[in-house]
C-alpha cells in the first residue's frame, strides 16, 4: 500500500487528485468543528452579504454563511454516494466475475438485459425510483448502488472474460475445481485492481448524480447544506450575488476532480487503462 501510495504523489496529476480527495474528506469529518457559523441559522440582517473578513464566502438570501454551509455540504453527498460506490462495487464485480467466468448462453441472455438497462437515461431513471419511494438516504443509496453497479458489471465482466482465458484459469478447470474455489483463487486476485479503479471512478459518477438530484429537488432537502441544493436555491443570483452559486460549485468540481485525478493515478500505478477497460 505505501509502495502504491508513493507511486501515486510521483505523478503531479495523482498528487493533485489525493490532496484534493483528501482535503474534501478531512472537511467532511471535522466541519462542525471548523465552521464559524451554524449552517442553518439565519439571519434577517446579514442577506446577500459579499465576502468580508466576518463571512469569507458572503452569505445567502437567508443570510446564512456561505462558508460555514460549503464545509458542511459535502457531509451528505460523500456519505451517501461513497455507501452506494460499495454497494455498486461489491455486487457489480461479483456478478461480473461470475458471467465473466462462466461464460455461455446464459452469459450472452443477462448481458443483453444489462445493455437493455443501461440504455435507459438514469437520471430519468433514478427520478423514477425515488419518486416512488422517497428522497432520504434509505432510497437514493441502494438506488444509485443497484444502476451504476450494471455499469461496473459491465465492465468488470470484460475483464474477468480476458482473465478466464489464461492458462492458469484453465489449469484449475482441468483440474476439476469448483466454480467457487476458481473465483476466489484465480479470478478476484488478479482482478482486485480493476475492481478497486473501477469503484473510484463510479463514486466521482455518483456524486454528481447526487448534486443533480438534490439541484432538481430529489435529492437533499432543505435547511440541510448541501451544494448541490445551494446552486439550485441561488441560482437566480448570477448576475447579482455570483459568490452564492460560485463557491458550492467550486466544491462539487473540485471534489469531483480530485477522486477522477486519483482514479487514473491508481489505473496507471497498477497498470490499468481505464479508457481500454471502459470500452469492455
Not at 464566502?57 to 462558508?67: E, H, K, P, Q, V
Amino acid at each position: 500500500m505505501l509502495q502504491l501510495i508513493n507511486t501515486i504523489i510521483s505523478r503531479p496529476s495523482g498528487a493533485i487528485g489525493l490532496t484534493l480527495t483528501a482535503l474534501h474528506l478531512a472537511i467532511a469529518l471535522l466541519a462542525p468543528l471548523i465552521a464559524p457559523y451554524d449552517p442553518t441559522v439565519q439571519n434577517a440582517d446579514a442577506v446577500l452579504l459579499p465576502p468580508s473578513l466576518e463571512h469569507w464566502m458572503g452569505t445567502d438570501t437567508l443570510g446564512r454563511d456561505i462558508f460555514s454551509r460549503v464545509l458542511h455540504g459535502g457531509r451528505l453527498a460523500i456519505s451517501v454516494t461513497f455507501a452506494g460506490a460499495v454497494i455498486a462495487t461489491v455486487w457489480g464485480s461479483f456478478a461480473g466475475i461470475i458471467f465473466g467466468t462462466v461464460g455461455g448462453r446464459i452469459d450472452e441472455y443477462f448481458m443483453r438485459l444489462v445493455d437493455a438497462f443501461l440504455s435507459v437515461p438514469w437520471l430519468l431513471f433514478l427520478l423514477l425510483i425515488i419518486s416512488i419511494g422517497g428522497a432520504g438516504p434509505s432510497t437514493i443509496i441502494p438506488t444509485l448502488g443497484f444502476f451504476y453497479g450494471a455499469a461496473v458489471l459491465r465492465v468488470i465482466r470484460g475483464a474477468a472474460m480476458q482473465v478466464a482465458a489464461r492458462d492458469f484459469v484453465t489449469a484449475a478447470k482441468a483440474r476439476g475445481e469448483k466454480l467457487w474455489p476458481i473465483l476466489t483463487r484465480e479470478m478476484f486476485p488478479n482482478l482486485s485492481d480493476v475492481i478497486l479503479v473501477e469503484g473510484a471512478m463510479r463514486w466521482s459518477w455518483m456524486l454528481l448524480a447526487f448534486s443533480s438530484l438534490s439541484f432538481l429537488g430529489f435529492g437533499a432537502t432543505p435547511p440541510t447544506p448541501d451544494w448541490g441544493l445551494m446552486v439550485a436555491q441561488e441560482r437566480g443570483l448570477l448576475s447579482t450575488a455570483p459568490w452564492a452559486v460560485f463557491w458550492p460549485c467550486l466544491a462539487l468540481s473540485s471534489l469531483i476532480i480530485g477522486i477522477n485525478l486519483l482514479a487514473d493515478a491508481i489505473g496507471k500505478a497498477l497498470g490499468i487503462d481505464r479508457a481500454t477497460a471502459m470500452a469492455m
